[in-house]
C-alpha cells in the first residue's frame, strides 16, 4: 500500500526560540522583529515550517511556558501588530509558521487562576485541579514536580492545595471539566483564523489524570508519572480537539509527549486514529541519563542510542510518522553531545546532521544547529538562567552538600540553557545578537562560530544542511522509502538503506572520531552505486564501496543502482 503523501511529512521544520534568536531592539532580548529580520535567512537555508516557542503573554517564571493571557503578545516580543506582520511575511515566503500550545498548565498570573483561587465557590475553582490536605495537614498525594519538591501548593486563602506538575506558578488546568476544554479549543481557532499552519503542543500527554489522583508508594515524596502520564481519557481529549477544531483546518501537530513508548505514539499518531500527526519522544534524550536522572550523566552508547532510532523507525514504518530531532530548547547542543565540539566539530555536526534527514519522519532543527553551534560551560551558577538548572543546582550543592565542580560538570552536559544562549550571527559584539546587554551570555566561540562565516565558507555545516533539505525536496526516496538497518552490531557505525520502488540508498555513519570500516553486507553487493552526498569532499567516487575506510565521524550517502 502506498503510503499517503501529506506536506507535513515533506517538510523541514526549524525551531525558534524567541528570546535567543535576534533582538531588534537593543533590550537584550530577541523578539518578533528580531525574527522578520531574519527570514530571508531561513528561507536559504531551506526549511518549510518555523516553529516557534511560545509568544505568549506572561511573567516569565519558566520562560514563556507560564501563560497569563493565551490571546496578547509577551510585551517583551512585541505586539499583536508585530505577530501579523511576521505571519504575513512568512507566508509570502511560501513557509508555514507553527505556534506551541500550552494548555496542560497556565500561569499562576491568569485571570481564570486569580478568580479559581480567590473562593472556593468561583465558577472558575473547577477550572484547576483543587484539593484539602491530609488530616495531618500534608499535600493531598507525594507526587514531586518535573521541576523537583512536591506537586502540590498550599494557599492560605481558601485553605486548600492545588496540583502543578512544574513550577508552583504553573497550576494545572482541570481538563475533566468541559467548560475548559471548550475554553481551549475556541482559543486555538482564535490562532489559527490568525492563520497559523500548526501546533507543537507541549507536555501534551499530561492532561488526563488517574480519578483520585492517588499517592505512589509509601515514600514522603515520589514520582507520580504512572497517573499523569498517558492517562485513561487522553486519546478522548485529543479525538475531540481534533473533532472540534484540527480537522476543520489544514494543520501541521506534534506533540511533547514525554514517557511514550512506541505502542502508545502509535496510538497518538495512527493516521486512521485522529489525534496527532507526530509526538516528540524522548527515549534517545535519555540515552545518557544514569539512575538519579538527566543530570546523573553517563556515557552513551552508539549501541544503545542506535536501538532506540531503530526501534522506532521499525515500531512506526506502518502506523504513525517519526520526529526527527537530536536537540531542543531543552536539550543540549547535539554537537556537543553526540559529536566532537572540538577537532571534529563541522565533520561530527555534518555525519549527526545526516543521519537526522536521512532517518524516516520529519526533521526538527533547532536554531544553531545549523551552524554547529556549541554548549558554553559557563564557568559559574550566577552564568544561569533557566529555572530547573537553578533548582537543580540549590538541592545538590545546598541540601545535599555534593561538591560544587560535579554539579557544575553535570550543568555544562545537560542544562537546558545550553541551548538558549543568543543565536551566534557575526563575529561583533554579542554575536551580533543585541546592541545591549543579552538576557544570558554569549556562547565565547561565537568569533569562530557564527552566521557570516558559515555563510561566507562553502564547505560550512550551513551549506551542507542547505544541500541535505534540498535533496529532500528533489528525492521521495528520502521521505517515503523504507528503512532498513544494516551491521546491527557494529561498534562505530551506524548504516541503514532507505527504499521506494526501484530506487535504493545507502546511508554509512561513523559515530565516532577513530577510523573505521565498513562493509558492504552480501544482499547489496549487486549493486553499482552513485555518491549523492558526504561530510568529507575528497572521495574518489570510482572506488568500490564493498569495503571502505571511514574517517573520524565521517558520513557518506550512496543510490544503490541495480
Do not use: C
Request: aromatic share 12%.
Amino acid at each position: 500500500m502506498a503510503e499517503r503523501r501529506a506536506f507535513w511529512k515533506e517538510a523541514v521544520v526549524y525551531q525558534i526560540y524567541p528570546r535567543s534568536f535576534m533582538d531588534s531592539n537593543g533590550d537584550g532580548i530577541g523578539d518578533l522583529r528580531g525574527i522578520l529580520s531574519k527570514l530571508d535567512y531561513l528561507k536559504e537555508l531551506g526549511v518549510d515550517v518555523l516553529w516557534l516557542s511560545p509568544v505568549y503573554k506572561s511573567p516569565n517564571d519558566d520562560n514563556g511556558y507560564d501563560i497569563s493571557d493565551y490571546r496578547d503578545i509577551m510585551d517583551e516580543f512585541g505586539t499583536m501588530a508585530d505577530w501579523e506582520l511576521l505571519v504575513e511575511e512568512i507566508h509570502r515566503r511560501g513557509m508555514k509558521l507553527m505556534m506551541d500550545l500550552v494548555v496542560n498548565h497556565t500561569s499562576d498570573e491568569h485571570p481564570w487562576f486569580i478568580e479559581s483561587r480567590s473562593s472556593k465557590d468561583s465558577p472558575y475553582r473547577d477550572y484547576y485541579i483543587w484539593r484539602p490536605g491530609k488530616e495531618d495537614g500534608r499535600e493531598p498525594n507525594n507526587w514531586v514536580s518535573f521541576f523537583g519538591g512536591s506537586a502540590w501548593e498550599y494557599d492560605e486563602q481558601t485553605g486548600e492545595y492545588y496540583l502543578h506538575l512544574f513550577s508552583k506558578k504553573q497550576p494545572d488546568l482541570n481538563w475533566e471539566n468541559p467548560a475548559v476544554r471548550r475554553e481551549v479549543y475556541d482559543m486555538m481557532k482564535f490562532w489559527l483564523d490568525k492563520g497559523v499552519d500548526g501546533f507543537r503542543m507541549d507536555v501534551i500527554n499530561l492532561l488526563s489524570k488517574t480519578p483520585g489522583l492517588p499517592s505512589v508508594g509509601d515514600e514522603r515524596y515520589a514520582w507520580g508519572g504512572e497517573h499523569f502520564m498517558n492517562g485513561p481519557r487522553i486519546h478522548e481529549f485529543l479525538q475531540e480537539m481534533n473533532r472540534e477544531v484540527l480537522s476543520k483546518y489544514e494543520v501541521m501537530t506534534v506533540g511533547e509527549t514525554p514517557g511514550v513508548t512506541v505502542e502508545d505514539a502509535k496510538l497518538y499518531t495512527g493516521e486512521d486514529r485522529n489525534e496527532l500527526q507526530m509526538v516528540f519522544q524522548f527515549e534517545h534524550m535519555d540515552v545518557d541519563s544514569g539512575p538519579g536522572g538527566k543530570f546523573d550523566v553517563k556515557p552513551w552508547t552508539l549501541k544503545d542510542l542506535r536501538g532506540i532510532l531503530h526501534k522506532w523507525q521499525a515500531g512506526l514504518e506502518q502506523t504513525g510518522w517519526n520526529s526527527l530531532y537530536l536537540n531542543n530548547h531543552d536539550q543540549p547542543r547535539m554537537v556537543s553531545r553526540f559529536g566532537d565540539d572540538g577537532k571534529y566539530r563541522k565533520e561530527s555536526a555534518k555525519m549527526l546532521a545526516t543521519l537526522l534527514h536521512t532517518l524516516k519522519g520529519t526533521p526538527y532543527i533547532y536554531q544553531g544547529e545549523e551552524i554547529g553551534m556549541t554548549n558554553p560551560s559557563f564557568p559559574d551558577i550566577s552564568d544561569y538562567r533557566d529555572i530547573e538548572t537553578l533548582n537543580m543546582y540549590r538541592e545538590f550543592v545546598h541540601e545535599r552538600g555534593m561538591p560544587k565542580e560535579q554539579v557544575m560538570k553535570a550543568i555544562h552536559a545537560k542544562s537546558r540553557d545550553n541551548a538558549r544562549t543568543p543565536m551566534q550571527w557575526n563575529s561583533s559584539e554579542n554575536a551580533g545578537f543585541t546592541t545591549g546587554t543579552p538576557w544570558i551570555k554569549v556562547n565565547p566561540n561565537y568569533k569562530e562560530i557564527n552566521v557570516e562565516e558559515a555563510l561566507a565558507d562553502p564547505d560550512s555545516i550551513f551549506h551542507y544542511y542547505k544541500k541535505l533539505i534540498a535533496l529532500r525536496k528533489q528525492h521521495d526516496v528520502m521521505v517515503y522509502g523504507k528503512y532498513d538497518l544494516i551491521l546491527e552490531d557494529h561498534d562505530q557505525i551506524y548504516a541503514y538503506t532507505r527504499t521506494l520502488g526501484e530506487e535504493q540508498w545507502l546511508i554509512m555513519l561513523n559515530f565516532f572520531g577513530t577510523e573505521t570500516v565498513f562493509e558492504l553486507p552480501e544482499h547489496l553487493k549487486h549493486s553499482s552505486r552513485k555518491l549523492i552526498i558526504a561530510n568529507y569532499g575528497d572521495i574518489d567516487e570510482s572506488q568500490a564501496i564493498d569495503r571502505v575506510e571511514l574517517r573520524p565521524y565521517e558520513a557518506r550517502v550512496y543510490q544503490l543502482i541495480k
